[in-house]
Structure formats: structure tokens, C-alpha cells
């Protein structure tokens, strides 16, 4: 019994099927489909549903003001099977993260499709780029918009944009889009179809603008997503430093920061503040031989709204640059210099030792000795620093490229 039972779960990573739907033609095409990473929050943390076979879920969006098609199919349920037993309630499960006013059947979907042509971005233009297409053979233009909940219909939009967060953000949750603080930034795709121009939704980051005393703001990302079919053709560097741009044309902005940052995330934001900052006279290579400076962390946060904290960073990876790796006394100087930094969470530790050596008994103090070795800690620091350097690398990489 429990092993036939065990047939009828099914992972809802896969069984969750999304699509972005420019022709009617798209919905029967496999190669426009594409899966969640993660569906734990609506299926729970083993992302199983159970009480069906060949389950799929298909949420399928029209690509520019994605209008939703919302369907379940299966070829058997456990109920019909099996006395007692009841199925997931999948349906019910969905239906409390996609917002009401979905199409349940096609052909109400292709005619919501044909009105497409009458869809436009919502909001201010902030940047037009393109991106040129190995596939298609030309260059596929972009734009960036600013939008808020005053824009008409941009409400209802963003409802439908933020369920994607879900099976694309591993703790993602849905913002209080009632508190004015929140800014919009959108990144669409023009396209045509017969002879017209249309627009496609490619991704979009959330912007919270904290209160900073007396007089300032902090406008600190929240949330940040490139939807899979767009991803890996530059469009998070485009968006975020769009945004950057943005922020640093405004006199009451402080600095910009990330709430919670992915390693990814770190990573693309590396990027865009070493190419905002690499023409700072501050950053000239015989400066930065020099070490960190205040004026660097003055002149990044007064022209470029970055903090000390990535003004370090970004000065790490151009040091890097500039540094002759192969040439000993540099590399030594290098090392040495960022190191320093490293070190802190581990002097914290000789500190808090210190401490111990004056309040503990001498058993307490050996257990405590015994998790402070200072041999790993040598070991763990140059593992971080291999592993930082590893990271600017391809950050310079990327940045030769551009």
C-alpha cells in the first residue's frame, strides 16, 4: 500500500510549468517552457505534491502585461484509486499566490493574446540598450522604466509580476505595495508582431527608500529578479546600474544598499561599482598602490552614493588590476593589505580571549582554547583570501569584456 502510495508524489519543481507567451504558437512549444528553483513556500520544504501522477501545473503568462493562465492536469488521482486518501489540495495552493482574474482554458487566454498590441510600460524611461542576438542575427533593444502604484494599472501588473518571486527567490515574501517608499524598476524587451511594436517583461528590482536623520534617504534594494528566459545576456548590470544612476542624481540620497544580498547578487554589484567608480582620479592606478584612502571612500559616496563598506571592495578589485601578481614584493603587499582586513573577525576572537584568560577557571578556559586554533584560523584566512581573489578575477574578466 505505502509503496503504491509512493507513486503518487510528485516534485513540484518539475511539475510547475511556466511559460512567457508572445504567439499562440508559443503554447505548444516546448522550448518556451521553463521551471521554478524553488517551490517550498507553497509546497513546503521537501516541494512535493502528493496525490497525483503526471501532474502539471501550468501557469502560463502573457509576456508584456502577463495576463495568467492557470491550469492543473494529471492522468490519475489518488482518490480514485485509493478509499480515504485524499490528493493535495493544489489548486487552493496556487490560487493564494496568483491574484485573482486568471483564464482557466485557452482560447479565453488567445484572446486576451490579440490585445496584446495595446500594452505599454508603465512609468518614466530611464535607459533604451541593445543586446545583440547570436540566434536571431540583430540587435534586440531594452528599456528601463521607473514606475510606481500611481501609474494606472500598474497595481494589477504587479500583482501578477511578483508571484514569479516565489519559484525564483529562495526566501522571497510580497512587499506592503501601500507604503509610498517603494520604487519600481522594470526592464522590458521591444519585439515586434506584425508590423507592430510590442513589449515583453524581462525583470525588475523593488527599492525601499529608508528615512536617514536629519534630511536623507537610503534607498536600499530588496528585491531583484531577471526572469530565466533573459537571464545571462547582462541585463541585471544594466538594471543595477540604471538604478544607481538613478539615485546618484539625487541630492538627498546617502548611499545605496542591498537588504539580505545573494552571493550573486555581490557578485553583479562588484561589477557595476567597479566600472561606476574605475574613472574616480581617486581610483588611478599610483593612488590605489597608495592603500585605502578617505578620499576614496569621500569621493565614491559624494559622486556615487557607494558606502565604505563596497568603496573597500571596489578599491580590492582595482588594486587587483593594478597590481603585478607575478612581481613578489607586490604580491606580498597585495596580500598583506587585504588580509588586514580579513583579520578582523579573528582579532575579535584574540580579544574575547583575552578577556577569558582574566574571568575563567583554568579547565573552562582549556575548553575554550580548544575551539580557538590558531593554526585553522591561518587556514580559513588564506582560504578567504584565495577564494576573494578568485572573485575580483572574474570580476575584471567581466569587465574587460565590457
Known sequence: MEKKLAEYKCNTNEAIQLKLVRFPEDLEDDNTTFNPEYSHQVFGDDEVAFGYKG??????????????????????????????????????????????????????????????????????????????????????????????????????????????????????????????????????????????????????????????????????????????????????????????????????????????????????RDFVLVKLCQDLLCFSPGKLMQGFSQEMVMEAQQKLKINKQHTRRVYEILRLRATDMGDAEQSRSYRLDVKRRLIGPYKKKQRELAKMRRCLRPEELTNQLNQIDLNMQHEQLEESFQQLVSDYRRVLERLAQA
Not at 139 to 153: L, R, V
Open 55 to 268: 501532474l502539471k501545473i501550468l501557469l502560463y503568462y502573457i509576456a508584456g502585461n502577463l495576463s495568467t493562465l492557470f491550469r492543473i492536469e494529471y492522468t490519475s488521482k489518488v482518490n480514485e484509486k485509493f478509499d480515504c486518501v485524499e490528493a493535495d489540495d493544489v489548486e487552493s495552493k496556487i490560487r493564494e499566490i496568483i491574484p485573482p482574474g486568471f483564464c482557466t482554458n485557452t482560447d479565453d487566454f488567445v484572446s486576451l493574446l490579440e490585445k496584446e498590441v495595446n500594452f505599454k510600460p508603465f512609468g518614466m524611461l530611464l535607459h533604451t540598450y541593445s543586446v545583440h542576438n547570436e540566434e536571431a542575427g540583430e540587435d534586440i533593444t531594452y528599456q528601463i522604466y521607473k514606475a510606481d502604484m500611481t501609474c494606472p494599472g500598474f497595481r494589477e501588473y504587479h500583482e501578477r509580476l511578483q508571484t514569479f518571486l516565489m519559484w525564483f527567490i529562495e526566501t522571497a515574501s510580497f512587499i506592503d505595495v501601500d507604503d509610498e517608499r517603494w520604487n519600481y524598476f522594470l526592464v522590458f524587451e521591444k519585439y515586434n508582431k506584425d508590423g507592430a511594436t510590442l513589449f515583453a517583461t524581462v525583470g525588475y528590482m523593488t527599492v525601499y527608500n529608508y528615512y536617514v536623520y536629519p534630511d536623507k534617504t537610503r534607498p536600499r534594494v530588496s528585491q531583484m529578479l531577471i526572469l530565466p528566459p533573459f537571464q545571462g545576456e547582462g541585463h541585471g548590470a544594466q538594471l543595477l546600474e540604471t538604478v544607481h544612476r538613478y539615485y546618484m542624481s539625487s541630492p538627498t540620497v546617502l548611499d545605496i544598499t542591498a537588504e539580505d544580498p545573494s552571493e550573486n547578487y555581490v557578485k553583479l
